[in-house]
Nanobody
């Protein structure tokens, strides 16, 4: 099983980045997919989630209206489009897969990709 994130980098405040997470080794369409982040000296926090049921999405208040989560089941990939970035968005972003249906007891994490928002 692997979750491989990419797309992080250094961006100025107000800029945009798009993160990708490619999954392998499990049935992607059976998993809710989410993004978490961990800023310097902070605990890991949830950012956004894409539920398989009803294609429902929800977001943390701190990113609502600026970030968009999407998924492509054919490519086993989840994305996070991040716009209007702020310095407080700086951190390591992690991809998370939480199993549903017959995979209800399974959960996987990626290794993370660094996002730095600074002028």
């Amino acid at each position: 099983v692997q979750l491989v994130e990419s797309g992080g980098g250094l961006v100025q405040p107000g800029g945009s980045l798009k993160l990708s997470c490619v999954a392998s080794g499990f049935t992607f369409s059976n998993y809710d997919m989410a993004w978490f982040r961990q800023g310097p000296g902070k605990e890991r926090e949830w950012v956004a989630r894409f539920f398989v049921a009803m294609d429902y999405k929800n977001y943390a208040d701190s990113v609502k209206g600026r970030f968009t989560i999407s998924r492509d089941n054919a490519k086993s990939t989840v994305y996070l489009q991040m716009d209007s970035l702020k310095p407080e968005d700086t951190g390591t972003y992690f991809c998370n897969a939480e199993g549903k249906y017959s995979d209800y007891d399974k959960e996987y994490w990626g290794q993370g990709t660094q996002v730095t928002v600074s002028s």
